[in-house]
């Protein structure tokens, strides 16, 4: 897979998501400032993030830690464009996503975002090969093109012979290889990872970490994961911790560390 998509105006993209702006290229890919999150209302408000400044560029691989509630996955939710934030901003490539238009923002979703999450979300009665054609449905691909993207995709995550089998005859990680076969099929500039390996024995864990340090390093794909596990997050180059809905602490992994995963 090439890097056709990656986020230029090739293929108009940027302005079929953005019209009549040209965002910087130097921008960094995402950057929140002040971001707040308040779910409810009233007394039963609950403030999930209270100021979230994170800035990620284009081919990092960042692991998002953090005790459970401190709103990692209400953070991703938001890069993501499954959300959005009660205040705060939130510019991708430079584009405030705050100020598109909601189909602008499904638009960014399904050209530069891919997403994995800890339960694979697959269609159950639906084929491997059928599951990772998806995304491509909904950009209108036409069929031949759709059938062999995916077939590349699922050869990629070392799934060729699995095409035709649906989610039940498959090993969770199997299906969470299908799953990631979906979210790069569309050659997204970053997957969102909620919680990947979470379902998961540490060997099919590592296996996943492997496919994601492949996208990262050979094609480019920016990885945003979500762990609680040190051993998966040993494959990041960049730890944030996330604690009562702030980023604490926000590290730089050396080559050392890298040379010698825990
Ligand atoms: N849709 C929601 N409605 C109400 N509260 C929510 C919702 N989503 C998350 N929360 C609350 O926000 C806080 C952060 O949640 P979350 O982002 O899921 O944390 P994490 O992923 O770090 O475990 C938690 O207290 C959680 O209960
Ligand atoms: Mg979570």
Same mark, same amino acid.
């Given at each position: 897979?090439?890097?056709?998509?990656?986020?230029?105006?090739?293929?108009?993209?940027?302005?079929?998501?953005?019209?009549?702006?040209?965002?910087?290229?130097?921008?960094?890919?995402?950057?929140?400032?002040?971001?707040?999150?308040?779910?409810?209302?009233?007394?039963?408000?609950?403030?999930?993030?209270?100021?979230?400044?994170?800035?990620?560029?284009?081919?990092?691989?960042?692991?998002?830690?953090?005790?459970?509630?401190?709103?990692?996955?209400?953070?991703?939710?938001?890069?993501?464009?499954?959300?959005?934030?009660?205040?705060?901003?939130?510019?991708?490539?430079?584009?405030?996503?705050?100020?598109?238009? &909601?189909?602008?923002?499904?638009?960014?979703?399904?050209?530069?975002?891919?997403?994995?999450?800890?339960?694979?979300?697959?269609?159950?009665?639906?084929?491997?090969?059928?599951?990772?054609?998806?995304?491509?449905?909904?950009?209108?691909?036409?069929?031949?093109?759709?059938?062999?993207?995916?077939? &590349?995709?699922?050869?990629?995550?070392?799934?060729?012979?699995?095409?035709?089998?649906?989610?039940?005859?498959?090993?969770?990680?199997?299906?969470?290889?299908?799953?990631?076969?979906?979210?790069?099929?569309?050659?997204?500039?970053?997957?969102?990872?909620?919680?990947?390996?979470?379902?998961?024995?540490?060997?099919?864990?590592?296996?996943?970490?492997?496919?994601?340090?492949?996208?990262?390093?050979?094609?480019?794909?920016?990885?945003?994961?979500?762990?609680?596990?040190?051993?998966?997050?040993?494959?990041? &180059?960049?730890?944030?911790?996330?604690?009562?809905?702030?980023?604490?602490?926000?590290?730089?992994?050396?080559?050392?560390?890298?040379?010698?995963?825990?």
């Amino acid at each position: 897979m090439g890097s056709r998509l990656r986020g230029n105006d090739s293929t108009g993209l940027t302005r079929a998501f953005l019209p009549g702006d040209c965002p910087m290229s130097e921008s960094p890919l995402i950057a929140l400032a002040g971001v707040t999150k308040i779910f409810g209302a009233g007394a039963a408000s609950m403030q999930a993030l209270r100021g979230v400044n994170l800035t990620i560029n284009a081919g990092e691989f960042v692991a998002i830690m953090g005790p459970s509630g401190s709103g990692k996955s209400t953070c991703m939710n938001i890069l993501g464009c499954l959300d959005t934030p009660s205040s705060g901003s939130y510019r991708f490539k430079g584009v405030d996503v705050g100020a598109l238009e &909601r189909d602008q923002r499904a638009r960014l979703r399904r050209h530069y975002l891919g997403f994995v999450f800890q339960g694979y979300n697959l269609l159950s009665r639906t084929s491997a090969l059928e599951n990772v054609e998806l995304p491509l449905i909904y950009r209108g691909a036409p069929a031949n093109e759709r059938h062999a993207r995916a077939e &590349r995709a699922l050869a990629a995550v070392g799934l060729g012979g699995w095409a035709d089998h649906t989610p039940s005859e498959l090993s969770g990680g199997q299906q969470q290889r299908v799953a990631i076969a979906r979210a790069i099929v569309t050659e997204p500039a970053v997957l969102l990872a909620d919680e990947p390996t979470g379902n998961l024995d540490s060997a099919r864990g590592r296996e996943i970490m492997e496919l994601l340090t492949t996208f990262n390093r050979d094609q480019g794909i920016t990885i945003v994961m979500v762990t609680h596990e040190p051993d998966m997050a040993a494959y990041a &180059r960049r730890v944030v911790r996330f604690f009562d809905g702030v980023v604490a602490s926000d590290e730089q992994r050396t080559a050392q560390a890298l040379a010698e995963p825990a």
